[in-house]
Protein backbone atom coordinates (compact mmCIF):
# COMPACT_ATOMS: atom_id res chain seq x y z
CA UNK A 1 0.00 0.00 0.00
CA UNK A 2 1.38 3.64 -1.05
CA UNK A 3 1.55 6.28 1.50
CA UNK A 4 -1.05 8.03 -0.44
CA UNK A 5 -3.20 5.19 0.17
CA UNK A 6 -2.66 4.84 3.20
CA UNK A 7 -3.02 8.84 4.60
CA UNK A 8 -6.08 8.63 2.78
CA UNK A 9 -7.68 5.95 4.66
CA UNK A 10 -6.20 7.45 7.82
CA UNK A 11 -7.90 10.60 6.75
CA UNK A 12 -10.96 8.93 5.96
CA UNK A 13 -11.64 7.50 9.24
CA UNK A 14 -10.75 10.83 11.12
CA UNK A 15 -13.60 12.57 9.27
CA UNK A 16 -16.02 9.53 9.92
CA UNK A 17 -15.48 9.84 13.77
CA UNK A 18 -15.58 13.61 13.60
CA UNK A 19 -19.07 13.03 12.07
CA UNK A 20 -20.25 10.68 14.67
CA UNK A 21 -18.92 13.00 17.18
CA UNK A 22 -21.99 14.63 19.77
CA UNK A 23 -22.14 15.98 22.69
CA UNK A 24 -23.69 14.04 25.61
CA UNK A 25 -26.02 16.24 28.09
CA UNK A 26 -26.65 15.58 31.90
CA UNK A 27 -28.29 17.11 34.26
CA UNK A 28 -25.95 20.27 35.99
CA UNK A 29 -24.71 19.57 39.14
CA UNK A 30 -25.79 21.78 41.97
CA UNK A 31 -28.08 23.61 39.31
CA UNK A 32 -25.07 24.87 37.51
CA UNK A 33 -23.97 24.93 33.60
CA UNK A 34 -27.05 26.59 31.99
CA UNK A 35 -25.41 30.05 31.62
CA UNK A 36 -28.48 32.51 32.64
CA UNK A 37 -27.97 35.68 32.91
CA UNK A 38 -28.96 35.83 36.61
CA UNK A 39 -26.40 33.62 38.35
CA UNK A 40 -28.21 31.75 41.63
CA UNK A 41 -28.80 28.15 40.12
CA UNK A 42 -26.72 28.52 36.80
CA UNK A 43 -23.80 29.42 38.61
CA UNK A 44 -22.15 27.19 41.72
CA UNK A 45 -20.97 31.23 42.56
CA UNK A 46 -24.41 33.48 43.22
CA UNK A 47 -24.01 36.97 42.37
CA UNK A 48 -26.96 37.86 44.37
CA UNK A 49 -24.98 36.21 47.57
CA UNK A 50 -22.16 38.05 47.34
CA UNK A 51 -23.56 41.66 46.83
CA UNK A 52 -25.84 40.52 49.87
CA UNK A 53 -22.77 39.89 51.82
CA UNK A 54 -20.84 42.73 50.63
CA UNK A 55 -24.44 44.97 51.87
CA UNK A 56 -23.91 43.32 55.15
CA UNK A 57 -20.27 44.25 55.44
CA UNK A 58 -21.20 47.81 54.43
CA UNK A 59 -24.78 48.20 56.61
CA UNK A 60 -23.59 46.14 59.94
CA UNK A 61 -19.88 45.69 60.14
CA UNK A 62 -18.13 48.59 59.20
CA UNK A 63 -20.68 50.90 60.83
CA UNK A 64 -20.77 48.58 64.40
CA UNK A 65 -16.54 48.23 64.03
CA UNK A 66 -16.63 52.08 64.37
CA UNK A 67 -19.22 52.19 67.05
CA UNK A 68 -16.89 50.32 69.35
CA UNK A 69 -13.35 51.94 68.52
CA UNK A 70 -15.22 54.96 69.10
CA UNK A 71 -16.68 53.56 72.71
CA UNK A 72 -13.01 52.48 73.47
CA UNK A 73 -11.48 55.60 72.10
CA UNK A 74 -13.51 57.75 74.59
CA UNK A 75 -13.30 54.91 77.23
CA UNK A 76 -9.39 55.11 77.15
CA UNK A 77 -9.49 58.54 76.68
CA UNK A 78 -10.69 59.30 80.01
CA UNK A 79 -9.05 56.46 81.77
CA UNK A 80 -5.33 58.94 80.18
CA UNK A 81 -7.07 62.02 82.02
CA UNK A 82 -7.96 60.04 85.25
CA UNK A 83 -4.21 59.11 85.89
CA UNK A 84 -2.58 61.76 84.19
CA UNK A 85 0.10 63.16 86.53
CA UNK A 86 -0.61 66.02 88.60
CA UNK A 87 1.27 68.25 90.48
CA UNK A 88 4.81 66.03 89.07
CA UNK A 89 3.03 62.63 90.58
CA UNK A 90 1.26 60.78 88.20
CA UNK A 91 1.08 57.10 87.44
CA UNK A 92 3.08 55.15 84.56
CA UNK A 93 -0.55 53.84 83.85
CA UNK A 94 -1.64 57.34 81.68
CA UNK A 95 1.46 57.26 79.48
CA UNK A 96 0.37 53.31 78.08
CA UNK A 97 -2.97 53.75 77.96
CA UNK A 98 -2.16 56.84 75.58
CA UNK A 99 -0.02 54.20 73.53
CA UNK A 100 -2.40 51.38 73.73
CA UNK A 101 -4.99 53.62 72.62
CA UNK A 102 -3.14 54.78 69.13
CA UNK A 103 -2.52 51.38 68.39
CA UNK A 104 -6.52 50.36 69.04
CA UNK A 105 -6.74 53.37 66.80
CA UNK A 106 -4.59 52.36 64.07
CA UNK A 107 -5.95 48.55 64.44
CA UNK A 108 -9.39 49.80 64.15
CA UNK A 109 -8.90 52.03 61.13
CA UNK A 110 -6.79 48.55 59.49
CA UNK A 111 -9.76 46.65 60.50
CA UNK A 112 -12.29 48.90 58.37
CA UNK A 113 -9.76 49.27 55.29
CA UNK A 114 -10.17 45.37 55.02
CA UNK A 115 -13.46 45.29 55.43
CA UNK A 116 -14.61 47.45 53.08
CA UNK A 117 -11.91 46.00 50.43
CA UNK A 118 -13.59 42.73 51.19
CA UNK A 119 -17.09 44.37 50.45
CA UNK A 120 -15.57 45.71 47.24
CA UNK A 121 -13.76 42.26 46.28
CA UNK A 122 -17.00 40.80 46.52
CA UNK A 123 -18.98 42.97 44.55
CA UNK A 124 -16.06 43.04 41.94
CA UNK A 125 -16.08 38.98 41.86
CA UNK A 126 -20.05 39.04 41.16
CA UNK A 127 -19.85 41.29 38.78
CA UNK A 128 -16.51 39.39 37.04
CA UNK A 129 -18.25 35.97 37.00
CA UNK A 130 -21.36 37.09 35.69
CA UNK A 131 -19.89 38.83 32.79
CA UNK A 132 -17.34 36.10 32.65
CA UNK A 133 -20.37 33.30 32.46
CA UNK A 134 -22.31 35.65 29.51
CA UNK A 135 -19.13 35.97 27.65
CA UNK A 136 -18.39 32.48 27.53
CA UNK A 137 -21.67 31.74 26.45
CA UNK A 138 -21.94 34.01 23.61
CA UNK A 139 -18.51 32.91 22.40
CA UNK A 140 -19.98 29.30 22.20
CA UNK A 141 -22.69 30.12 20.65
CA UNK A 142 -21.27 32.56 18.54
CA UNK A 143 -18.55 29.99 17.22
CA UNK A 144 -20.83 27.12 16.83
CA UNK A 145 -24.54 26.05 15.36
CA UNK A 146 -25.68 25.14 19.36
CA UNK A 147 -28.18 27.92 19.35
CA UNK A 148 -30.09 26.39 15.91
CA UNK A 149 -30.10 23.17 17.14
CA UNK A 150 -32.58 24.06 20.35
Given at each position: ????E?W??A??????LH???????A????G?G????Q?????????A?KK??A??????L???T?KA?D??DE????????F?????D???????L?K?Q????????S?K???A?ES?????????F??N??G??S???RE???????
Open positions: MSFEEGQRNRATDARTQLNTAPHNGSGGLGGEDLASSPEKAKAIDEHLKDQGVADTANAVKAKPKDGGWLTSPAHAKAWSTQVKLKRLASALRDTSNSSSELIRQILSDISKIT
